[in-house]
């Protein structure tokens, strides 16, 4: 009977302390990745619901063109404040049936972002990078990713394919702008651009406090 008695509490200590030290790190990045994901999610919801009518964008009576480069500009300042989001899209469009119609240079910018997402903004802080059996630190794993991206963006077909892709967009925003008569438009300019900087300081701000909330460690691995 004493036997026993002493046998049970030494089988306590020994099962506890694994099973508190393996829950806390498994499950360290998926937060961070949830919390990214509704960000992204609230910003997005936030954005297009200043999304104008694309019947009012396009409409046909309202197309003439400017009598000079200064009516010209202005109607492009007035136009770019009211379908501020509208145009986002067009340019976003443009990038996207870019690199829709070059499958490479989409898988390869999809590889880097995944690499980017797992390897270093997700990736909690311990255990260390562990690869073919070496260990990297933080600034290996940085350094390893920025000459990565510099290489797919710069020595490949993905840079260009972006530059190019982003400029149509901006071109079409920019004819149909000074094509576009305001009058008709609902402005008033100081909130519509005050709105609009708000609008980007929210995304950014949000973007930053995401990728700050995602990976805590950032600041110091740097």
Known sequence: MATAATQVPAVIPI???SVATADPAAPAATPAIRSFISRLSDTLRRSTSDLKPWQEMVDRSAIS??????????????????FRVNYTAVV???????????????FLLLSLLAAWSFLYLFRPA???????????????TLG???????IVIFMTSVGS???SAITVGALLVCIHGALRV???????EPD???GAAAGLLSFLGGAASSVASAAPVVASRV
Not at 65 to 78: G, I, V, Y
Not at 92 to 106: G, I, K, N, Y
Not at 126 to 140: A, I, N, Q, Y
Not at 144 to 150: C, D, E, G, K, T
């Open 92 to 106: 976003a469009l443009s990038l996207a049936l870019s690199l829709v119609t070059h499958p490479v240079s989409l």
């Open 144 to 150: 390893a990713l920025v000459l990565v991206s510099i």
């Open 182 to 188: 305001p009058e008709d438009l609902f402005l008033d």
């Open 161 to 163: 394919l972006i530059i």
């Open 192 to 194: 519509q651009q005050g």
């Open 15 to 17: 099962t506890t302390p």
């Open 65 to 82: 063109r400017p009598s000079s480069l200064s009516e010209a500009t202005s109607r492009l300042r007035k136009n770019l404040s009211y």
């Open 126 to 140: 311990d255990p260390p990078l562990t690869l073919f059996g070496r260990t990297f630190s933080d600034r290996e």
